[in-house]
Structure formats: structure tokens, C-alpha cells
């Protein structure tokens, strides 16, 4: 975290889940714990504040001691909408984005995230594993919220094609593609409890 430029974190937990039979998968656990506080224990050391991004379960999600916040529709619009909501609330020039349901996710990477973002002094920095991108865990320039505005205003809900509309810098994690490990179903759940990852 620089003094010189304010960085806000948002997790996203606004999804209908419905491959998780419409379970609030931030709430769920993992090994004990709440997915969405392995969230927050990455994120806290390496932003000054962070958002929860919720449409559901509010009152659960303020029990974790950060604002909540929901999206600007009730349509469920998809993980932009969330950061857009997270744009719009944050009084810093970075907005640091990652999902409620990788509890794999340590803040070294995070950092990883904003510091290439910073060198290479890139719109957005986007996490990259090798083979692919992954579109919900990046470090984006909060001045990119008019943008992301007129993508949502034109029914386009996709992260990656927005994102590559940017100027833009891939992070390359490929030497620890499975931090990226998410979490969709029960089946995906038991799996990554039974797998010996560090939590």
C-alpha cells in the first residue's frame, strides 16, 4: 500500500449462486471459516479499506465489520456491476477486485497484482495464470468508472472483453495456477477441502 496512492478492495459476493443450489457462497465454509474471510484476511494488509459486495444477506455480510454494499440494479448484472457499485463508493484511486469463493488467495499475490499494475503504470492489471486470464481478480485505475459504465448501459456483462479494452497488463502467476481455485458447487467445495492446500 503506497501513501501516495489510495487503493480500496471489493469482494465480490453478489451472484445468485446457482450451481451452489442458490447457497450465498461468501457465507458458506471453508475449512471452518466463513469463504468470504479468507477475502478479507488477503485483501486487509494491502488496502486502506474494503467493500463487500452484496445483494443478498446483508446483515450476515456488516457482521464482518465492512461496508456493504449492493449493486446499482436488483437484476443481478453480473460481476461488473458489482465493481461498478464498488467505483462509485470509493474515495481511492485504485479499486482492488477479487471473488468471495477463492479462498486460495494470500495477500502476496494481491500485491503482486497492484505493484506490476504500478510498474507498468497500466488502466488495469489482470491476473494470469499461464493459459488464461482470470477476469475476476485484478487491480483497476478507479477512473475507469465512466467506461465501465457505458459497457454495462450497452447490455455487455462480460469482465474479460472489458478488461481488454484497456490498456492492460497481465500478472503472471503460472508457477501457482491453483490459487485460482474456485469454489461453484458442493462437489467443487468437498474437493478443495480434501486437497492439502494450506488454508
Not at 34 to 40: E, F, I, W
Not at 71 to 82: E, K, V, Y
Request: aromatic residues 8%; proline residues 4%; contains cysteine.
Amino acid at each position: 500500500m503506497s501513501n501516495q496512492t489510495k487503493v480500496a478492495g471489493v469482494i465480490l459476493a453478489g451472484g445468485r449462486a446457482r450451481r451452489m443450489n442458490n447457497r450465498d457462497k461468501g457465507l458458506m465454509k471453508f475449512k471452518g471459516r466463513s469463504m468470504v474471510s479468507y477475502a478479507l484476511a488477503a485483501l486487509a494488509p494491502v488496502v486502506d479499506y474494503v467493500f463487500i459486495n452484496a445483494n443478498r444477506n446483508i446483515d450476515q455480510y456488516r457482521q464482518f465489520g465492512c461496508p456493504v454494499i449492493s449493486d446499482q440494479t436488483d437484476s443481478f448484472d453480473g460481476p461488473l456491476a458489482g465493481v461498478l457499485t464498488a467505483m462509485i463508493h470509493a474515495d481511492a484511486d485504485i479499486l482492488l477486485v477479487l471473488p468471495c469463493d477463492s479462498p486460495l488467495i494470500k495477500t502476496e499475490h494481491l500485491q503482486k497484482l497492484l505493484s506490476t499494475r504500478a510498474e507498468n503504470n497500466a488502466d488495469v492489471a489482470v491476473a494470469f495464470d499461464g493459459l488464461r486470464i482470470h477476469p475476476v481478480f485484478f487491480a483497476v485505475k478507479t477512473a475507469l468508472q465512466g467506461s465501465l459504465q457505458d459497457y454495462l448501459a450497452g447490455d455487455q456483462r462480460k469482465v474479460a472483453a472489458w478488461l481488454v479494452q484497456q490498456n492492460f497488463v497481465k500478472v503472471d502467476f503460472s508457477r501457482e495456477p491453483e490459487i485460482f481455485s474456485n469454489i461453484n458447487t458442493l462437489a467443487e467445495l468437498s474437493a478443495l477441502e480434501d486437497a492439502n492446500y494450506p488454508s
